[in-house]
Structures are given as structure tokens and as C-alpha cells.
């Protein structure tokens, strides 16, 4: 029988292995609103649909492709200011959580200005295979008002996305028991169209800010 931590290396090792191949679907809600997101083999590049706005977000240049409308528009969203200032915070682990989506998580709280000021179930082995999923939230957030950071409490001020990734993957992320963020399904087996990530080559170019 595999011990526990032997058990998990040899898993890591076979979903690193799918993942060359596959790519990865999430589907949830933010504030209430469905979010889906999509990751091919390409791993710079993520499709992203807001309700039901649709996006694709290149990774390696920054940018933010807002797909609806007559003409694709692209964002230079690396140059535009976070949607979020920084804060020093940190996500201290305090027990086991429940299941969500079929995965294991772990309770945590966000402390900001020595306050709790959020509260997280992640998965701290996913953390790798989801970053560029983390990178694409982050960057919508600076371009799509309905993904935009929320103020918990009164001293924590706005909280960005990649605060609640601090130790692993945000399966729910909220607080007081009220989740802003909660994933239903996710897969690391998804095999999406590959053409589907392709950059549009008729893009209109809005600089750093909403056409």
C-alpha cells in the first residue's frame, strides 16, 4: 500500500503527465455570475467566458482579447493599473476543509493588516497546474467590471484574485461563510478545440484601457 505522501507524488506525477496533452476546464461563479475557463496545451493562453462575455487571454503579452462585437478587441491590460493594490497579506492554513468539485481542500484564512479579511478552500497541490488560470483571472479583473475585486470588511479593503491563491488553488474564496468565488467543475482532462486559442488576427487595438 502507497504511503500518503507517496500516494500524492505518484498522482502529481500522472496529472503532470495528462496535462502535457490535455488542458483544463473550470467551471463556476463569481459574485454569483457563471465563469468558465479554459486551458489548452498551449499554456499561455486562456479562454474565458463571463456570463456571457467572452475573452481570450494571452499570457505572454499581457493582453486581453475581448472576443464579442463585430471586430475583436485587444486590451493591453499588463499596463493598466491592478485591480487590486498590493497589500502584504498571507493565507494561514487552519484545518482540513470539506470536498468541492470532487477534490480534497484546505481551510484557510486571509489575514490583511493583521485582520481576517477573507476566508479560502484551497488545493495546494493544484497550485502549478493552475497558475496560468490564477495570471488570467487576475488580468480580467483589471478589464471586466463583473470580475472586479470585493471589500469584505471595513480596514481590508479590495482583495484581487491572486490574494486568495496565496497556498494553492481558491476552490471557494469569500467570507463569513459567504463565497465571492466558487468552482463547481474541474477537470484536468479537458481537450478543447485548439483553434479555438488562436489570437485574432483582426484584433482592434485599445492600449491600455476598454475599447
Given at each position: 500500500m502507497l504511503r500518503p505522501v507517496a500516494f500524492l507524488a505518484a498522482a502529481t506525477l500522472?496529472?503532470?503527465?495528462?496535462?502535457?496533452?490535455?488542458?483544463?476546464?473550470?467551471?463556476?461563479?463569481y459574485e454569483g455570475r457563471p465563469l468558465r475557463l479554459e486551458l489548452g496545451r498551449d499554456q499561455s493562453r486562456v479562454l474565458a467566458v463571463v456570463e456571457s462575455t467572452r475573452y481570450l487571454v494571452d499570457l505572454a503579452q499581457g493582453d486581453v482579447h475581448a472576443l464579442d462585437g463585430s471586430r475583436p478587441h485587444r486590451i493591453r491590460a499588463a499596463a493598466m493599473p491592478e485591480a487590486a493594490p498590493f497589500r502584504p497579506s498571507s493565507l494561514e492554513p487552519w484545518s482540513e476543509g470539506p470536498m468541492v468539485a470532487g477534490y480534497g481542500s484546505t481551510y484557510h484564512v486571509l489575514i490583511m493588516n493583521e485582520r481576517i479579511c477573507g476566508e479560502v478552500l484551497a488545493s495546494p497541490w493544484m497550485a502549478s497546474f493552475t497558475e496560468p488560470l490564477v495570471r488570467a483571472v487576475e488580468l480580467l479583473q483589471r478589464v471586466e467590471p463583473k470580475l472586479a475585486p470585493r471589500r469584505h470588511e471595513p480596514g481590508c479593503g479590495e482583495v484581487g484574485f491572486a490574494a486568495y491563491a496565496g497556498d494553492g488553488f481558491p476552490l471557494v474564496a469569500g467570507f463569513k461563510g459567504e463565497p465571492l468565488f466558487r468552482v463547481s467543475r474541474l477537470r484536468f482532462d479537458h481537450r478543447p478545440a485548439e483553434a479555438a486559442f488562436d489570437l485574432p488576427a483582426d484584433a482592434i487595438d485599445c492600449g491600455p484601457k476598454r475599447c
Open positions: 500522472v496529472l503532470a503527465a495528462g496535462t502535457a496533452t490535455a488542458g483544463i476546464l473550470l467551471e463556476g461563479d
